[in-house]
């Protein structure tokens, strides 16, 4: 493998390439529509940002976005928050997703674990999406409602939120992965009508059944009138209150298949995400219709360059943003490739099998599996044909260096490399791709259009080329309307507005260069701040990270009132390597020598295992409250976590330093 360096020319788009791409295709309508000339990328990017109005008001024409009735103003005042978008204007988030349904490719490809690949045409989901509306009619289900789902990555997941949004319900979902409790925590604050569920799933080669799991959320979750099963593990549904199988509500259904789309404001609310929750109950994220129309087309034709020839995946679970990422990535015509599994089941070359089977375009991924496959020594492009891949996306946590460099050399070495950065809160990446710009590896390309991303220092001035928050100064239309049960919108100001006001605080480190570059350094709140020097941990965990000797790490920086900070790293071993002196004294060498003097730790430690959520990002946060004397209860959601056992250790760590 070529030895990679920050900052290096990794990949130059081809002229093809760039006379092929949306980006460009948008520039010359600009040009041609609106005699609005831009040379460069920053030029358009610019002009997105500060004549915000005409830029969105722009995406309805170009995308050719369904709208029954016309807004009265694009944007009522600039004020974050509290920004109201098009008013006036009456849609339909489902209908827009059908606008692009054609009978000349499947709308899915859909792929489980041990079973074959399988093609879903539009017109065969337009037909169930119809079917379950009238279903979700029949059972009183109003504007406004909510319908909660239990269920796995399927296509099934997909008919649902669909059908929910056409009569204008509340979508909101879990991964069946998800613990009882966790799921509580975020249904109970939205009170749902109709629970859609799965009754079991396969992951890693093995069955879970979820059951159990149901009958609590039924008996916890009294306004739900209605459960809707589809099944995996058995064909009945014994056990389980007012319950109704999947098949059976949809065939009781006959008539047109003709979807009646409601038409709802621009703000009507979409669907209930929630934070990682990493303290407290998960905050309850309201997105609407007409704001993650905007957003997904934007985010998906522009910055992921889709095309309807294109084949988009995304490992993903319905428990995070990128699920619905990858639905909102059918407004770009493209075809949706979903998958239901463990990404290293049989083995770690699953995704890559997939990939030469289904003809993919687009692989989406994220950092972590991306270090997992140079842990394993794996090289898919000698085993697999993986040449109609052109773009892949990284998300999840700051790819590494030597991640850009292994997907050049072991994927293929044509494609664009987007590695993004966005968020949960307003549901896409806010930091991405553009086609028709340079990559240079360990950067981001630039922020997206409509995303006027800066880095602050701590006195609220711009920064270039040094770390500093993560802020975006201008409202953008995907921002939530508002928290479920904030009425004043005290917990959404105190999320996003409390450090700048008027200013959103994303909660992460970056550093955006001359050129336009973005580096994430990870969240702003974890940072280690030794001697008055600010370091983001991703810097620790790639240098630490490099050993053979280590599969995994966590370092937390934790200050004691009237002492120095104390600087503990944690660290997983390959099996057979042992934490000895050596190892020690060769891991404070090389970040002494990569990183600082300052941030060596003061000490190193063996674990089992790293805590993680759900999502796949290290729980640093929470560790550090734990350890610094914080219950866990109020420290850690652990129903948001991957692997909750994992904080027995530093609960016990934590004991031993408060005995210091």
């Keep these: 493998m070529t030895t990679p360096t920050e900052g290096s020319l990794l990949w130059t788009p081809s002229p093809d390439t760039i006379e092929n791409a949306n980006l460009t295709a948008y520039m010359r309508w600009l040009a041609a529509e609106h005699d609005l000339h831009f040379a460069t990328y920053t030029e358009l990017w610019h002009w997105s940002v500060t004549e915000i109005e005409a830029f969105w008001e722009s995406l309805w024409s170009y995308f050719a976005l369904r709208t029954s009735q016309p807004w009265k103003t694009v944007l009522e005042t600039r004020t974050m928050p509290g920004t109201r978008w098009f008013p006036g204007a009456r849609l339909n988030y489902a209908e827009n997703i059908f606008g692009r349904m054609t009978s000349d490719r499947p709308m899915m490809l859909y792929k489980a674990e041990d079973a074959p690949l399988v093609s879903i045409s539009w017109q065969e989901t337009a037909d169930k999406v119809n079917r379950l509306a009238h279903v979700l009619c029949n059972l009183g ?76 959320l039924q008996a916890a979750l009294p306004t739900v009138q209605q459960t809707i099963l589809v099944p995996f593990i058995r064909h009945d549904v014994v056990g389980l209150d007012n319950t109704v199988l999947w098949d059976d509500v949809l065939q009781s259904v006959t008539g047109s ?42 985010a998906t034709i522009f910055h992921n360059d889709l095309k309807p020839t294109d084949r ?76 109609a891949i052109r773009g892949i996306g990284s998300t999840g946590s700051p790819l590494s260096i030597e991640g850009f460099q292994w997907i050049y050399d072991n994927i293929n070495h044509v494609l664009a490399l987007e590695s ?54 201008e409202p953008m239309p995907s921002m939530p309307l508002y928290f479920w049960n904030d009425p004043d919108m005290t917990r959404y100001r105190a999320s996003y507005f409390e450090m700048f006001p008027g200013v959103w605080r994303h909660g992460d480190w970056i550093k955006i260069n001359e050129r336009g570059g973005c580096i994430i350094y990870g969240r702003s709140d974890s940072t280690i701040n030794r001697q008055g020097i600010r370091m983001g941990t991703s810097e620790i965990y790639r240098v630490v990270e ?50 600082s003097p300052r941030h060596v730790p003061d000490d190193i430690f063996e674990v089992d295992d790293i805590p993680y959520t759900l999502s796949g990002k290290k729980i640093e946060v929470p560790v550090r409250k734990i350890l610094l004397g914080m219950d866990v209860r109020k420290a850690a959601n652990v129903g948001a976590m991957r692997n909750p056992a994992t904080l027995d250790y530093f609960i016990a760590f934590a004991a031993t330093l408060s005995a210091k």
């Design 546 to 595: 490099a050993f053979d000797e280590i599969i995994d790490s966590l370092i937390v920086d934790l200050e004691f009132r009237g002492r120095d900070s104390y600087l503990p790293l944690f660290v997983v071993l390959r099996e057979g390597v042992q934490l000895d002196d050596s190892l020690r004294d060769r891991i404070r060498k090389k970040l002494r020598a990569d990183v």
């Design 257 to 298: 298949a003709e979807i009646e789309f409601e038409q709802l404001p621009f703000d009507h609310p979409l669907w209930v995400l929630y934070s990682s929750g990493t303290t407290g109950l998960p905050k309850p994220i309201v997105q609407g219709h007409g704001g993650i129309l905007l957003e997904h087309a934007k």
């Design 312 to 387: 988009f995946f995304w490992y993903t679970s319905t428990g995070w943003m990128m699920w619905n990422y990858m639905l909102g990535s059918l407004l770009s015509g493209a075809t949706i490739i979903v998958y239901n599994g463990s990404p290293a089941y049989p083995d770690i070359n699953a995704l890559f099998a997939l990939a030469e089977e289904s003809g993919m375009t687009y692989f989406g991924t994220s950092a972590a599996f991306v270090s997992a496959c140079i842990k394993a020594e794996i090289r898919p492009n000698q085993q697999f044909d993986l040449s």
């Design 141 to 216: 289900v109003k504007k406004g409602d909510r319908v909660i789902a239990y269920m796995p990555n399927i296509p099934e997941t997909i008919v649902a939120v669909l059908a929910a949004a056409s009569i204008g319900a509340i979508w909101s979902s879990c991964s069946p992965d998800f613990g009882s409790r966790s799921v509580l925590d975020r249904f109970t604050q939205i009170e749902p009508t109709v629970l859609i569920a799965v009754d079991g799933y396969q992951y890693g080669g093995k069955r879970f059944d979820r059951r159990a799991v149901i009958a609590e």
């Design 420 to 473: 993004l950065s966005g968020g949960t809160d307003l549901c896409t990446a806010f930091v991405g791709g553009a086609r028709i710009r340079p990559i240079y590896t360990g950067e981001i390309q630039g922020a997206s259009l409509g995303a006027n991303v800066q880095a602050f220092d701590d006195f609220g001035r711009t920064v270039i080329d040094e770390v500093g928050e993560l802020v975006i100064t």
